[in-house]
């Protein structure tokens, strides 16, 4: 009797009881339920093979042992997606309460980083009466939206209530200004502007809400949104210890994946870019010390600098079919 393939056949078992714990999910793009027959990108321990309560805990910040869910690469679209996820529930209690996502940054140079996305913008857009933001944090890209463009109207969809006082604060005074926890509460329309800055990584249904974005805008309406390239130099370079695989992204896009995504759900894509963030180069180097599992003391012998750096990401500007 070969003990060794009686083991492994154990484990597998347990492994697939344990993800009838979770959320089953079809591609979010094309709705197909074929896999390919291996996972593209699978982390030390898939987050598929824990419970719930072994999870949760390392929902937030970024590790060397990073947990996150097996990434498949749909046959049919080519979309990089979790086939096995939190359910809906579980992300609403996961992000109910979340700190901001200044990834330890201060304020001012987090809000230079949200000043180059609306400088982007801005290059490509005259005007704003009417301005919609998906998960605006507290508020930095809807500062500079306010100031660059100067909407009448604007509505903020944020759901984590915890930061709903900063975000108030940090908006100031608009002519009317609404903030909800979900895109079904917005009661205005028509709006000829509406941003997702590292949103459409989140989504559980990305496809459903470029949709519903879509039916809530003016004809000729814009949308902006930064999200990450999964076909980066960067994610090429350090593989699965690129940090945005980890449980908060149920897919990742690349140039070609988004720009199907944006056309299913009623937008066209017209440019697309690599975004830059400022970081101090000290804080770059402990991030980057922590998720290689490396001492974050040795982040002291780097000048706290601040530099632009690119990440991987991508910035785009769509308009409405």
């Excluded at 597998?12 to 990108?41: D, F, G, H, Y």
Aim: proline share 6%.
């Amino acid at each position: 009797m070969n003990l060794s393939i009686g083991k492994k056949r154990e484990e597998t078992i347990k492994v697939s009881k344990i993800q009838e714990m979770w959320a089953q999910r079809p591609c979010p793009l094309c709705n197909s339920t074929a896999l390919p027959a291996c996972a593209e990108v699978i982390a030390a321990t898939p987050a598929e093979s824990l419970t719930y309560q072994e999870v949760k805990e390392s929902f937030v910040g970024l590790r060397h042992d990073q947990i996150f869910f097996s990434y498949y690469r749909c046959p049919s679209c080519n979309i990089l997606y979790c086939p096995w996820y939190f359910s809906t529930e579980q992300l609403e209690n996961l992000y109910s309460e979340m700190p901001n996502n200044l990834m330890g940054e201060d304020k001012s140079t987090a809000s230079r980083t949200q000043s180059g996305y609306v400088r982007w913008f801005a290059k490509r857009i005259k005007s704003v009466e009417s301005f919609l933001e998906l998960g605006p944090d507290i508020g930095l890209v809807t500062r500079e939206v306010r100031d660059t463009f100067h909407p009448n109207r604007v509505s903020l969809i944020e759901p984590n209530k915890a930061v709903h006082p900063e975000l108030r604060s940090n908006v100031g005074q608009v002519a009317a200004l609404e903030i909800v926890q979900y895109l079904s509460e917005v009661t205005g329309s028509a709006f000829e502007l509406s941003i997702g800055i590292h949103v459409f990584d989140h989504l559980l249904f990305p496809l459903q809400d470029f949709r519903s974005l879509a039916r809530t805008s003016s004809p000729g309406a814009h949308l902006g949104l930064v999200v990450h390239n999964e076909d980066s130099l960067l994610r090429k370079l350090i593989t699965k210890k690129w940090p945005p695989f980890c449980l908060q992204h149920p897919q990742l896009y690349n140039p070609e994946t988004l720009a199907a995504a944006l056309s299913a759900g009623g937008w066209q894509l017209v440019s697309i870019g690599k975004s830059t963030n400022y970081f101090h180069l000290n804080h770059i180097a402990k991030m980057g010390l922590g998720v290689l599992g490396l001492p974050n003391a040795l982040s002291r012998l780097v000048p706290s600098i601040e530099t632009p750096i690119n990440l991987g990401n991508m910035i785009a500007l769509a308009v409405r079919n």
